[in-house]
């Protein structure tokens, strides 16, 4: 992608419901490339408010906007990553838009929205035509993101009524403008899950981008080479006894439960972090038949990281995660130095998704471990 950009354009937006809505907006105005996930796909989802006396706000599926009965249609939103996020996006503006899906089917009776004032009483005769259809070209002005248009042509239609007195119908906008504020103030803040949906593969698939730049960097790793399985070590024990060593695994980015192991360290009683981590690598070299990692990770700095290079006999890098704050230790060969090893640290964002990535395996590492050896512990007390 940045190989083909010419240039860079951004826009600053109040809060994060209008950066959901014009992320929506210009998705569809540009169809981009590399957004594979809103891009024209039949799971999709679009707002569409439809075109009749009272219209109606629906939600549609991509393969279903040529029905016969969408084509007439005020205005179309979209396409939303999930039905989830257009949920949230419903819920949140409802209460100061209330719309009517059941105005031509209620019989003059009020709907369960009505009951709990979400609904502007359309299906109960209690709006008319008019301020009705009003009421929907307010909210479509504030979906296609023109805030303060709507914000100043409520204002001055709430002033005109306060000059005629009519000051029930001005405290309703009133409300309006203070609604819309508090919802694009940026003290505002959506649920996580809807600025970040479920795209934990591909938060996965750009860590381990990074990371594989990182690692070529230093000449560590070719620009191709696959970071499909990540091994993560990490030791755990009482003064030395019940030492266990776990072994964890990302598989692409990952956390893969089904490829944990731990080693019940046998050669030492005594606290050793290093010799216990060079017994677990060294026994885990024994197993071909386990898949081979293309990347070992312990948990710990400069002297965890050279502990095991010294043992280490597979062609696979070995990185560390140092704490304090987190930081990248790298192993790097050098045939200068007398045990041939060097190591490098690398210091990332705290927010990097590479780093968060690795976090998340050295937090599992550390419970695995911790969780092994408390079993052992407690074994050896019931004896």
Request: hydrophobic share 35%; net charge positive; glycine share 4%.
């Amino acid at each position: 992608m940045t190989a083909l950009a010419s240039r860079v354009e951004h826009q600053v937006l109040d809060s994060e419901i209008e950066a959901l809505l014009i992320e929506a907006q210009l998705i569809k105005a540009h169809q981009p490339y590399f957004n594979s996930r809103l891009k024209d796909d039949k799971s999709n989802i679009y707002l569409l408010i439809s075109k009749e006396a009272f219209p109606k706000v629906l939600r549609v599926r991509k393969t279903d906007l040529n029905k016969k009965k969408y084509q007439e249609k005020l205005a179309i939103f979209g396409p939303f990553a999930s039905s989830s996020r257009l949920s949230e996006v419903l819920k949140i503006i409802r209460p100061i838009f209330k719309w009517c899906n059941q105005a031509d089917r209620s019989h003059g009776k009020a709907c369960l929205y009505h009951h709990l004032d979400l609904c502007s009483g359309a299906c109960c005769q209690k709006i008319t035509k008019e301020d009705y259809q009003k009421n929907i070209e307010q909210m479509i002005l504030f979906l296609k993101g023109q805030k303060k248009t709507l914000l100043k042509e409520l204002e001055e239609e709430m002033w005109q009524l306060a000059k005629i007195e009519n000051y029930e119908r001005a405290q309703i906008n009133k409300n309006k403008i203070a609604l819309i504020k508090e919802i694009t103030s940026q003290q505002y803040k959506l649920k996580t899950d809807l600025i970040l949906p479920n795209f934990s593969q591909e938060e996965s698939a750009e860590a381990l981008i990074h990371l594989r730049h990182i690692l070529h960097q230093e000449s560590i790793v070719d620009s191709q080479q696959k970071l499909e399985r990540i091994e993560g070590y990490d030791v755990s024990n009482t003064m030395g006894l019940q030492a266990t060593v776990s072994m964890v695994v990302l598989t692409n980015g990952e956390i893969d439960h089904s490829e944990y192991k731990f080693f019940k360290i046998r050669s030492m009683q005594t606290p050793n972090d290093y010799g216990m981590l060079q017994e677990a690598l060294t026994r885990r070299q024994n197993h071909p038949e386990w898949l081979k990692p293309n990347l070992i990770m312990i948990d710990g700095g400069r002297g965890q990281v050279r502990a095991v290079a010294k043992i280490w006999r597979m062609d696979v890098p070995i990185i560390g995660l140092v704490k304090n704050p987190d930081r990248l230790v790298i192993s790097i060969k050098n045939k200068d130095k007398k045990d041939n090893i060097e190591t490098k640290i690398i210091t990332l964002a705290s927010n990097h998704p590479t780093l968060k990535m690795l976090e998340r395996l050295r937090d599992e590492a550390h419970r695995f471990a911790k969780k092994q050896h408390s079993r052992l512990r407690e074994k050896k007390l019931l004896e």
